[in-house]
T-cell receptor
Framework: DQQVKQNSPSLSVQEGRISILNCDYT??????FLWYKKYPAEGPTFLIS?????DKNEDGRFTVFLNKSAKHLSLHIVPSQPGDSAVYFC?????????????FGKGTKLSVKP | NAGVTQTPKFQVLKTGQSMTLQCAQD?????MYWYRQDPGMGLRLIYY???????DKGEVPNGYNVSRLNKREFSLRLESAAPSQTSVYFC???FGGGSYEQYFGPGTRLTVT
């Protein structure tokens, strides 16, 4: 079973506060995770990734945390800005067989209110 | 660099009509992908091409065919469109191998009536 789950379809946050987007996965063999951001009428763009040998990766306002024992990762955005309003997808490379293909979660729509 | 380009941006088809969605990348990537995005369903892989000359089915291949014309171009064909194929289609590319980051085109919004 190879699934990536984003159980919150939407999240609303006030500008300047922290946004936390969550993602769970089913296959403990997944060893790399990616976050993509998608604006309406545009293609997804790569945001940040993390390897399973790390538990944290930071890039400016964006930090991804990985908890392997819980099979859970989260994306933190601090401080949140109105321009961060978008749909965020987490993804993991398919394990075995068609390696390199990404399995995507269903996405979380983030709204950052001014 | 244009990155990944897709044509057309929008298309309306009648049931049973055929069409080809075009995709090209100028990043010298080895692997290319076609996804569809439906509300509440995330991105689902239709077909992929790990390298020039190879194509394989993804999660939802029924009703579609693909052609990897050369290293740059990867087309998706709907032979007999159905309303269930109304969706937004994205093409993506990557270096492949151990490089997992995929770069996406702007999408084609297809409506089948």
């Amino acid at each position: 079973d190879q699934q990536v789950k984003q159980n919150s379809p939407s999240l609303s946050v006030q500008e300047g506060r922290i946004s936390i987007l969550n993602c769970d996965y089913t296959n403990s063999m997944f060893d790399y995770f990616l976050w993509y951001k998608k604006y309406p009428a545009e293609g997804p763009t790569f945001l940040i990734s993390i390897s399973s040998i790390k538990d944290k990766n930071e890039d400016g306002r964006f930090t991804v945390f990985l908890n392997k024992s819980a099979k859970h990762l989260s994306l933190h955005i601090v401080p949140s800005q109105p321009g961060d309003s978008a749909v965020y997808f987490c993804a993991a490379p398919h394990y075995g067989g068609s390696q390199g293909n990404l399995i995507f979660g269903k996405g979380t729509k983030l709204s950052v209110k001014p | 660099n244009a990155g990944v380009t897709q044509t057309p941006k929008f298309q309306v088809l009648k049931t049973g009509q055929s069409m080809t969605l075009q995709c090209a990348q100028d990043m010298n990537h080895n692997s290319m992908y076609w996804y569809r995005q439906d509300p509440g369903m995330g991105l689902r892989l239709i077909y992929y091409s790990a390298s020039e000359g190879t194509t394989d089915k993804g999660e939802v291949p029924n009703g579609y065919n693909v052609s990897r014309l050369n290293k740059r171009e990867f087309s998706l064909r709907l032979e007999s469109a159905a309303p269930s194929q109304t969706s937004v289609y994205f093409c993506a590319s990557s270096f492949g191998g151990g490089s997992y980051e995929q770069y996406f085109g702007p999408g084609t919004r297809l409506t089948v009536t």
